[in-house]
């Protein structure tokens, strides 16, 4: 799990970055974000993975969704993030997908 965990702190680190500099929002905050976010739905996916191993795929497509959506709201919510909502959603968006896939191919 913190080999995972540790991937995709890194690929949505560097998508938060490519997304905050150009557009010039702060990015430490979000960075900061990111990290918490995945520290909390990370251990979900894992919790809920676990529990309903026999249904892998519709479990892990059900709690990327649920994901998505978690962060999203972080990313909007805290305010110090100067993200719109429809900013958040996108950006959150652009991390899962880009975790989610790079993930994929990984054998872990």
């Excluded at 919790?47 to 962060?71: A, D, K, P, R, S």
Aim: charge should be positive; aromatic fraction near 14%; include cysteine.
């Amino acid at each position: 799990m913190i080999w995972t965990l540790s991937i995709t702190v890194v690929i949505e680190g560097v998508i938060c970055l490519l997304y905050a500099v150009p557009r010039r929002k702060p990015v430490r905050p979000i960075l900061l974000t990111s990290v918490f976010a995945n520290l909390l739905t990370q251990s979900i996916l894992w919790g809920v993975l676990n529990h309903f191993y026999q249904h892998y795929l519709t479990t892990l497509m059900i709690t990327e969704f649920c994901i998505w959506l978690i962060e999203g709201c972080l990313l909007f919510r805290l305010r110090f993030n100067e993200l719109k909502p429809g900013e958040a959603f996108f950006l959150s968006l652009l991390m899962n997908l880009s975790s989610f896939g790079i993930g994929w191919f990984l054998p872990i």
